[in-house]
């Protein structure tokens, strides 16, 4: 069992950057592929990156690719999405996962899902 929490997100100005974090619980954690999702009012969950379990292979959505770099830290059960040049379509409430995803971009594939954290990009 693995418990998720994201911290991080709050009201950023265009072209800002922002991190988030993802806490979480359990001793399994490194042994999970951890991947970052978000969704915006009206829009279906998106993916957005991820990393693998332990040899940190990473996966962006296109649109994110040389903005958004995704991270871990195993020893701190700490997984972390680092975002740059934020526009106000990066707008969403952003979750973190866990699980054994055979598909990084597949919600399907993640057992344990974070609350989220609202990320909000205006001027």
């Known amino acids: 069992q693995v418990q998720l929490t994201e911290s991080g997100g709050r009201l950023v100005q265009p072209g800002g950057s922002l991190g988030l974090s993802c806490a979480a619980s359990?001793?399994?954690?490194?042994?999970?592929?951890v991947g970052w999702f978000r969704q915006a009012p009206g829009n279906e969950r998106e993916f957005v990156a991820a990393i693998s379990s332990t040899d940190g292979v990473t996966y962006n959505l296109d649109a994110t690719k040389g903005r958004f770099t995704v991270a871990r830290d195993n020893s701190k059960n700490t997984a972390y999405l680092q975002m740059h040049r934020l526009e106000a379509q990066d707008t969403a409430v952003y979750y973190c996962a866990a699980g054994y995803a055979e598909v990084p971009a597949s919600a399907d594939g993640y057992n344990y899902w974070g609350q989220g954290t609202q990320v909000t990009v205006s001027s």
């Open positions: 359990g001793r399994t954690f490194s042994s999970y592929g």
